[in-house]
């Protein structure tokens, strides 16, 4: 089964704002808009990206504090993780 465009550009909606990102948000909204997203059906699909986003956050918070928990962490070093500074 392919999904239309109505469908695509709503989970696109949710995604923004699961990933914090407003330009790609305002992008969504607007092809959402164009194809065929109704105002009800954008709001349902941001407080679904809403309710991720703040699922995935409350993990990475409670990961995190039990990381402080243990030994102290050292800076990371060159290679290790994400690349985040």
């Known amino acids: 089964m392919k ?32 194809n065929g997203a109704e105002w009800q059906e954008i709001a349902q699909a941001i407080e679904i990206g809403k309710m991720v986003r703040q699922g995935a956050s409350s993990k990475m918070d409670r990961f995190a504090s039990s990381l402080n928990q243990k030994a102290p962490l050292t800076a990371g070093l060159p290679g290790e993780g994400c690349g985040c500074p």
């Open 3 to 34: 999904l239309d465009d109505h469908t695509l550009r709503l989970i696109a909606v949710g995604a923004s704002i699961a990933a914090n990102c407003q330009p790609c948000l305002e992008s969504n909204v607007a092809k959402a808009l164009e």
